[in-house]
């Protein structure tokens, strides 16, 4: 065992992973700023963006076109079981008290079931190929028209947008960048006038100038390149680890690459559940979600599934993917509680032991 070369592959991996999300939340932050400027709906907008998994899918063409389908397999159905037992399951840890959900998370928990459903029907029964994966990327379609027509009609909410809460260029939007807070509070007495002139409000801020169409169009495709180049850089230290490490593609996807690139899910659901928004947690779970498992797996079945029986899933991790699924639909509809928080993160930690152990191949 070349431990130079596990070593090298393993700093690469954890930098593409760094660069992936860098690279998600350029693309992210500035499609939605070109959407509007471009004079675009903010419903298509919302639904383009929120809980769209393009790192995943990066990652997902980049190693398929290095030969690696069993490690773009495994890491779009390991990353749908850690969105729900591991960053969702953390979501209601730090959230204050039981959270509650309102009619909109409980369509997209109901629609996430359906789609899971009809993904684990047709893997079980060796029935993903071209005409299925074409299926699932129309149902995708279906699903962005179905949502689009709810948010129109009133029935739902436009889901939040997800990888770019806590870090936005789109600030720089902002024709003012102050602290609402520092307003007026310099200098203050009690012959202080309690209405000031305007131009000594503004003295002392910075005032942003508002940045060109051209400057966000460049970054967007700045952040598609690094979505693009760390996807290669995944896709190849990955195929390098499990030749060297000995493991079947599949299980490194579902465990190690899942892991990694579902990192800013989790912050998300840490940063919405101490916030006590349990919508977003629940939006950005099954969107993401719905996403891997129609566009994403959509585009690895249309590319052709590996015929070596090892890197095809076993029943385990197929019940794994739907229950885990099925637990957030009646965690959705019953409630939830701290309890049912720990039994997920639990069961989460019991699948990675298993999958390296019982299951490794």
């Not at 690094?226 to 599949?250: N, R, V």
Request: hydrophobic fraction near 50%.
């Amino acid at each position: 065992m070349n431990w130079d070369n596990i070593c090298f592959n393993a700093a690469t991996l954890i930098a593409g992973v760094f660069v992936l999300d860098y690279g998600a939340d350029k693309f992210l932050d500035h499609t939605v700023i070109v959407g509007q400027r471009l004079g675009i709906s903010p419903t298509l907008i919302a639904l383009l963006t929120a809980g769209a998994e393009y790192e995943e899918l990066a990652v997902v063409v980049a190693a398929i076109a290095q030969g690696h389908s069993p490690l773009a397999l495994g890491n779009v159905v390991g990353s749908a079981i850690s969105n729900v037992l591991g960053a969702f399951s953390l979501g209601i840890l730090f959230h204050p008290g039981a959270m509650e959900f309102d009619r909109s998370a409980k369509i997209y928990a109901a629609l996430l079931l359906f789609i899971t459903t009809l993904f684990v029907v047709l893997a079980f029964f060796d029935q993903l190929n071209v005409v299925t994966g074409w299926l699932l990327i129309g149902g995708f379609v279906v699903y962005i028209l179905s949502i689009g027509y709810a948010i129109y009609k009133g029935v739902t909410e436009a889901p939040q947008l997800s990888d770019s809460e806590s870090d936005s260029d789109s600030d720089d939007d902002l024709p003012i960048a102050r602290d609402d807070r520092a307003v007026g509070q310099d200098g203050m007495s009690e012959n202080s006038p309690l209405l000031h002139d305007p131009s000594s409000v503004l003295e002392g801020h910075t005032v942003k100038p508002t940045m060109s169409l051209f400057y966000h169009l460049c970054q967007l495709l700045f952040g598609l390149l690094a979505l693009s180049l760390s996807g290669y850089i995944i896709a190849h230290s990955a195929g390098a680890l499990t030749q060297s490490l000995g493991l079947s593609g599949t299980v490194f996807g579902l465990t190690v690459i899942a892991f990694a690139t579902t990192l800013p899910e989790k912050f998300i659901s840490v940063l919405s559940g101490s916030r006590g928004q349990g919508g977003i947690v629940v939006a950005t779970t099954a969107g993401s979600n719905i996403f891997l498992l129609t566009i994403c797996m959509g585009v690895v079945a249309v590319t052709g599934i590996p015929v070596n029986h090892a890197d095809n899933f076993v029943l385990f991790e197929l019940a794994t993917v739907w229950v885990s699924a099925l637990c957030l639909v009646g965690i959705v509809f019953l409630g939830s509680s701290r309890i049912a928080g720990l039994a997920l993160l639990a069961a989460y930690i019991v699948f990675i032991v298993l999958e390296f152990t019982v299951y490794k191949r």
